[in-house]
Each structure stands twice: as C-alpha cells, then as structure tokens.
C-alpha cells in the first residue's frame, strides 16, 4: 500500500457519489512531479485549477454482489471520524495501486483504503443557510 499527501477536491469518503455507479472517491491534489509519474503508469490525472490531481476511488459494488466497506476516515491523532470533507482539506491518502488485462485491454487504478485528516476545511453544503437572518426558517 502507498500514502500520498496532498489537498482535496470532490471527496466522498463516507458516503458514497452515487451520481452514476455508487463510488467512493477522492480527488488529490499533487506535485506535477507525482502526477507525471502516476500518468506514465497509465493512471488518470485530472487538471483542476489549484493542480493536477489523481483520482482515487473504491466502486461499492464488487462481483458477484458484493458490497465494499467505505474507506475509513481518520483525524490528526488516528482516530476515526465521520464527518464531510470540505474542497481543500489537507490529506493523506492510503491507497492501494493495481493493474490487470480485461475484455477491453490492460487497465491501472487506486483503491481508496483510507483518509487521515491532517488540516480540516468543513464542507459546506449549498443549503441555502447562509441566506438566512439569525433564528429565521425557511
């Protein structure tokens, strides 16, 4: 397994994307000198405006209906967390790198294993809350 530090963008760690197939993801924000690397072994670097960033992801569902567990989510001191991830948050990855030959040919990727919060940013979520006098509902 391998460890990467890096900033986050787009993070589902406790819960999974669910807007195609239901995935766990994270988007890590790196050095070019990792993302050059990672990109001459085949594996997918995204370009976001802070960098490049690799994506790495755990699908839930495994063959023959299996379902994976989420990828454990930890603080500074190592303790398990359940909260969202913000854009930004400071990060270490553990991740597993694989690779193997399918119907469509040779394929690479990363199993998200786990996320240790090292700077949190909260996430906030577009609720609308912001908008609100102090004390007043919708």
């Known amino acids: 397994m391998a460890i990467l530090e890096g900033s986050v963008k787009w993070a589902s760690i406790t819960t999974p994307n669910t807007k195609f197939e239901p995935v766990y993801s994270i988007d890590l924000i790196v050095d070019e000198e990792i993302a050059n690397d990672f990109a001459s072994r085949g594996h997918k670097v995204k370009q976001h405006d802070e ?81 609100l006098a102090d004390g007043e509902e919708f």
């Not at 454990?72 to 030959?101: C, M, P, W």
């Open 51 to 131: 960098g490049p960033a690799l994506v790495i992801k755990r699908k839930v569902n495994g063959p023959n209906g299996m379902i994976r567990p989420a990828p454990r989510l930890l603080d500074a001191s190592k303790q398990e967390i359940n909260t969202a991830v913000g854009n930004g948050s400071k990060v270490r990855v553990q991740f597993n790198e694989y690779s193997g030959e399918g119907k469509f040919g040779p394929y690479v990727g990363m199993d998200l294993q786990a996320v240790q919060v090292i700077d949190l940013v909260p996430y906030k979520g577009a609720d609308g809350e912001e908008l």
